[in-house]
């Protein structure tokens, strides 16, 4: 199986190197997740004709050491991928991937946070997959930190890794029941060149009568220009609550990575695109079992005419075992192809499993009519069933589903799923 880290190799390392350090036993945990799917769908291959496509996927989470307290502890989650069809849909028919491991140290004294290893990296403007280094700790009573340094995964098969490099960090300004404000920068190397730097600023505020305040916007520093701005209030009132909203995007700014060659998005820097999104959701809580929603957003282009977005929820929650609702919005776009109807009807019924065999159900249909043809078709729809049951006091959880589609990209799409999920938690 081609992976792009050795996880044999570091599973092993990590967790011979966790057991070796002095612990007290009564601390050690281990938490255990596995999901397997197994999908079926037909698609065109390479050959020109429709083949049934059957990939089975595996999903692994390791959680070992000081889970519940401070101390050391080793995290790791990763995937393979074997088709059992094998008939050329795929490049290769079994992939996978560590998506992270890593050790990490905690430590109440400071919120003293140490991680080593393949990290996702959440600071301010970083958003990154990282092979590296991240350490956080607060300052002072209000002043806390954190600074990451290694080297990116996402450049890591684009002229190899050597000179690809990634660094940044955040700090914050916090008062517990005011809020937060924090300053945060990122440098991505690739191959020596400068691949994108980013600075940002993000908010958090907690004002009295329960309005809330946030916020974050972000600096391309290689391009000189502001990439995204994007602030919300939530305002309660009664059983309502409003939250006016507004996010501004620009492409050459948002988009523009220098050396990353690799951004799949790049082609959208070239131009000089603008969008800000102007909107308000409201929502009402009629009762306990009712909730009502309305949505409006204005899509204001720089290079094109604006659109409008208007929409109306409704869920009924009954009981913690059922939920049923839908969604009718519409979309008026500056041209007709832009311009649409759409409708959805959802339900979860659980815990069945006094009446019947199974212990869930679940269903999802959603209806989209067009203003102008699509490859000559006005509509979409799709159509989604599940069901399900759980063994071993809640450790096993078993779901069948299938969907349905049928769009102006596909005549007919039928798909199967077929999942296991089972959770083992034991202190060692």
Not at 59 to 72: I, K, P
Not at 418 to 423: A, D, K, V
Request: glycine share 10%; charged share 20%; proline share 2%.
């Amino acid at each position: 199986m081609k992976v792009r880290f050795c996880v044999a190799r570091g599973l092993l390392l990590a967790v011979l190197a966790l057991l070796a350090l002095p612990m007290n036993s009564a601390a050690v945990e281990l938490r255990v997740q596995s999901d397997t799917l197994l999908r079926v769908f037909e698609r065109d291959t390479t050959s020109g004709t429709d083949n049934l496509v059957t990939p089975g996927y595996e999903y692994l989470q390791v959680d070992m050491g000081s889970l519940s307290e401070a101390g050391l502890s080793f995290h790791a989650y990763g995937w393979g991928r074997y088709d059992f069809a094998d008939n050329d849909f795929y490049q290769d028919a079994d992939a996978g991937e560590l998506l992270y491991g890593y050790l990490e140290y905690k430590r109440e004294n400071a919120n003293l946070n140490i991680r080593l290893g393949r990290q996702y990296i959440f600071e301010g403007v970083a958003n990154e997959s990282v092979d590296g280094l991240r350490l956080s700790s607060d300052l002072s009573e209000n002043i806390s930190a954190s600074i990451y340094a290694g080297q990116p995964v996402g450049l890591d098969s684009t002229s190899g890794r050597s000179g690809d490099s990634i660094y940044g960090g955040r700090v914050a300004l916090h008062k517990m029941s005011l809020g937060e404000v924090g300053l945060s920068y990122k440098n991505i190397q690739n191959d020596s060149d400068t691949a994108e730097e980013m600075a940002g600023v993000d908010i958090a505020l907690y004002l009295p009568k329960g309005i809330n305040f946030f916020g974050n916007s972000s600096y391309n520093l290689d391009s000189n220009g502001f990439a995204e701005h994007s602030y919300e209030f939530s305002i309660p009132y009664e059983n309502f609550r409003f939250r006016p909203f507004f996010q501004m995007f620009n492409y050459a700014d948002y988009f523009a990575t220098g050396a990353n060659s690799v951004n799949p998005f790049r082609v959208l820097a070239t131009g000089d695109e603008e969008i800000s999104i102007y909107g308000i959701d409201l929502s009402w809580l009629k009762s306990e079992a009712w909730t009502f929603v309305g949505k409006f957003k204005y899509y204001d282009y720089d290079q094109a005419d604006g659109n409008q977005y208007y929409g109306l929820a409704a869920t009924w929650h009954p009981g913690e075992a059922t939920d049923l609702g839908g969604e009718v919005g519409y979309l008026n776009g500056d041209l007709s192809k832009n311009t649409y109807l759409l409708t959805r009807l959802f339900a979860t019924v659980d815990q069945l499993g006094d009446k019947l065999w199974l212990d869930f159900l679940t269903g999802d249909i959603v209806y989209a009519s067009y203003d102008q043809d699509i490859y000559g078709e006005d509509y979409s729809l799709f159509v989604s069933l599940g069901t399900g049951k759980t063994f071993l006091d809640g450790r096993l959880r078993v779901k069948l589903s299938g969907d349905y589609s049928q769009d102006p990209y596909f005549d007919d799409d039928l798909r199967g799923l077929l999942s296991l999920t089972y959770n083992y938690d034991h202190g060692l």
